[in-house]
């Protein structure tokens, strides 16, 4: 019995020893993976199991007037590694480089900027990211890269209002444009998460329930009042345009006038928000805001107002036109440098002539016509939601010699943006009310309710109600007989007044000589004003008239946009009018400069494309057929016009018209056969 209970006991103490060295094992394994492998184990772990988050939520979308998407952005990866946990740095940039397409050294020179973090390469493609993800687990390289989620911004109508949205930089920073002038409602914010999934990265326990969408205070939506096709209208003829005329730069800005809305902002030549980098800083400017020169004729139209409203003349007027007049012994002339004779006040307006505005200019005073110029908002920033807005130029009353006095009557010693000339017009078209206006329609919270909405805001009126309807009607006699008949539409009534102004020099002194800003800035239908435009084409070659290169287009985007919101006609189109022979030209000359002398051509001109495709319906039974304009047409759109006026085309190429063998305008027999190259 002894010797079992000592054996029993030796058992029990050999096995209180096994269990105190597997306690003491277990202890020290314990020990050893918590304190030494723990940071690396529960950084694996966590990789395995979820995802950790410190991201940046995705920047608000930027929508046009009906919803449709401008701006919009996706979550992306971006690779950054820990250079002070690096085991082996070469080993690391050689199994990373075909991965990330950068070059070893590259990788290598990243490693060695030191620290906890180091950007290697950001907003990956989902492919680059699945690579680099097998190859950290296949590699364990968990410890010193990792990933962090960044918003990428898309612009999925790329060139479409480039310069009204302006960019963003790689840090969600805007830089240009509505994304700058919005970045602190529209930025995304960081924010930390941690989201568990499986194998195959499904969310997994809480984390089906858990809410991840941003509930912060950013990341707004911003709604503008660009309408996305209206803007597509004018960016496609303001293309056409370059292509015809071969300018420097093209602008046009299409505004509601009842409310202030720009309907429509673009310039020529611009540039891709998708890739901003490759293009020329210059490009990236917003013309219609920061863009500032004489407005020549067009601003006649804020000079015939004062006038109107000062009582000084009537539209039955009577002047005397000598052609010419002198001014502090500077000459200013007419257009055309003739005697229009004995003229009436509207005829002065409808021919735009210098000598009359000249003269009308010096008996308003400088006081007077400061006055006016502020009261339609020249000299001063409109106000609208973007960056870069110039104020333009105006003299102090004190300061006006007779000889300023005079030319900036006409429209010279000026200076304003394409913003604040149609935002004038509008007044006009608005009983006389000036509006500011607006591009920002409405800007949403995160969550979708409102944070704020734009309303109609009343600045000042300009002239009386009366007044106003009398240059309205001298307005509509521009387009309907006068210098702007180019810019006519078939069925509408269209008011508005061109402009040919001489183009100052870079630096400054004086004119440019050969080098002239074409213009044309108006509004439609005249019995209820849905649409004021302007139209400027800055430096084009060869012919440089307001009526006859800006007023066809704003002639074409009047008409196009007219049938887009469904306006009615308003009057019967005469099928029997007799087509323009030629534009009348309008020019400015102040002080020694001179406009050259225009002489309208005796052959027959085309009016606008529309146009031409319209009467000509009317001339299939003539034996001679008037030569319509193809260019710019798609050969489906040849061919149709081509039949419909009793002509066949020979074509070559694809895409769009951009040459005819036969010019537009001339008259050929009924049956011929005109070669029509079309390119993209």
């Given at each position: ?54 991201v940046?939520?995705?920047r ?18 971006s ?11 070469q080993?690391?940039?050689?199994d ?57 911004r ?9 310069n009204?949205?302006g ?89 509601d ?21 490759d ?35 009537t ?10 007049v ?19 006040f ?11 505005f ?35 130029l ?11 006095i005079a ?93 040919t ?8 002194t ?20 849905r ?26 985007i ?81 061919a ?41």
């Amino acid at each position: 019995m002894d010797k079992h209970r000592i054996k029993l006991q030796l058992n029990i103490v050999r096995l209180v020893a096994v269990m105190l060295l597997a306690i003491l094992i277990i202890i020290f394994r314990y020990a050893w993976l918590q304190l030494v492998q723990g940071s690396e184990l529960a950084e694996r772990m966590r990789y395995q199991v979820g995802q950790d988050y410190l991201v940046q939520s995705p920047r608000g979308a930027i929508l046009d007037r009906n919803g449709r998407e401008l701006a919009a952005s996706t979550m992306t990866k971006s690779l950054f590694v820990d250079p002070n946990n690096v085991q082996n740095a070469q080993q690391l940039a050689k199994d990373l480089a075909p991965l990330v397409r950068k070059s070893e050294e590259d990788i290598l020179k990243d490693i060695g900027i030191g620290g906890g973090f180091v950007w290697i390469k950001r907003r990956l493609e989902q492919s680059e990211y699945e690579a680099i993800r097998k190859m950290i687990r296949e590699k364990n390289y968990f410890s010193c890269l990792g990933f962090r989620d960044e918003a990428k911004r898309y612009y999925p109508n790329d060139v479409l209002a480039a310069n009204v949205l302006g960019f963003v930089g790689t840090d969600d920073k805007g830089l240009d444009g509505i994304e700058q002038a919005f970045d602190k409602y529209i930025k995304g914010e960081v924010t930390e998460s941690f989201l568990y999934t499986d194998t195959r990265d499904r969310p997994i326990l809480e984390s089906i329930f858990d809410r991840h969408g941003y509930q912060g205070e950013r990341c707004k939506t911003i709604q503008l009042t660009i309408d996305s096709a209206i803007q597509f209208i004018v960016e496609q003829e303001l293309d056409r345009a370059m292509a015809e005329n071969d300018p420097v730069a093209v602008t046009c800005v299409a505004m509601d006038p009842k409310t202030g809305e720009i309907l429509a902002m673009a310039s020529r030549p611009t540039y891709n928000p998708n890739r901003f980098w490759d293009y020329d800083p210059e490009i990236w400017k917003n013309r219609a805001v920061s863009f500032v020169y004489e407005p020549g004729s067009t601003f006649k139209t804020i000079t015939a107002g004062a006038a109107l409203q000062e009582n000084i003349v009537t539209p039955g007027q009577i002047f005397v036109d000598p052609g010419y007049v002198m001014v502090s012994g500077m000459r200013i002339q007419n257009w055309n440098g003739a005697s229009f004779g004995t003229v009436t006040f509207a005829d002065v307006v409808k021919q735009s002539l210098n000598t009359g505005f000249a003269l009308i200019g010096l008996e308003l005073g400088g006081e007077k016509l400061i006055k006016y110029a502020h009261l339609f908002g020249f000299g001063d920033v409109t106000g609208i939601e973007l960056p870069g807005e110039e104020a333009g130029l105006l003299y102090s009353p004190d300061e006006m010699v007779e000889s300023d006095i005079a030319t900036m009557a006409i429209g010279q010693s000026i200076a304003v943006t394409p913003l604040q000339l149609v935002r004038a017009m509008s007044a006009v078209a608005n009983d006389g009310v000036l509006l500011k206006p607006h591009i920002v329609k409405m800007i949403k919270n995160a969550n979708g309710s409102t944070y704020s909405e734009t309303q109609v805001e009343p600045v000042r009126k300009t002239i009386d109600p009366a007044t106003d309807k009398t240059l309205v009607g001298l307005l509509e006699q521009v387009v309907a007989t006068g210098g702007g008949q180019k810019a006519k539409v078939r069925g509408y009534s269209v008011a508005g007044k061109t402009g040919t102004a001489q183009k100052i020099r870079a630096d400054g002194t004086g004119y440019a000589e050969g080098s002239y800003i074409a213009s044309f800035c108006g509004f439609g239908p005249v019995e209820n004003p849905r649409i004021a435009l302007l139209v400027m084409i800055d430096d084009p070659s060869g012919v440089f008239y307001g009526g006859q290169i800006a007023a066809p287009v704003a002639g074409r985007i009047f008409s196009q946009i007219f049938r887009y919101m469904r306006i009615e006609p308003s009057e019967t189109p005469n099928d029997d009018e007799e087509e323009i022979s030629a534009d009348v030209g309008e020019g400015d000359s102040a002080g020694t400069s001179s406009i050259p002398t225009y002489t309208p051509p005796k052959v027959e001109t085309p009016a606008p494309a529309e146009s031409v495709e319209e009467k000509t319906e009317d001339l299939t039974d003539s034996t001679e057929i008037v030569v319509p304009d193809f260019r710019g047409k798609s050969i489906r759109e040849s061919a149709r016009l081509a039949n419909n006026v009793g002509l066949k085309i020979e074509t070559s190429g694809s895409g769009f018209a951009d040459s005819q063998s036969i010019s537009p305008g001339a008259v050929v027999p009924r049956g011929s056969v005109i070669k029509v190259n079309f390119n993209p």
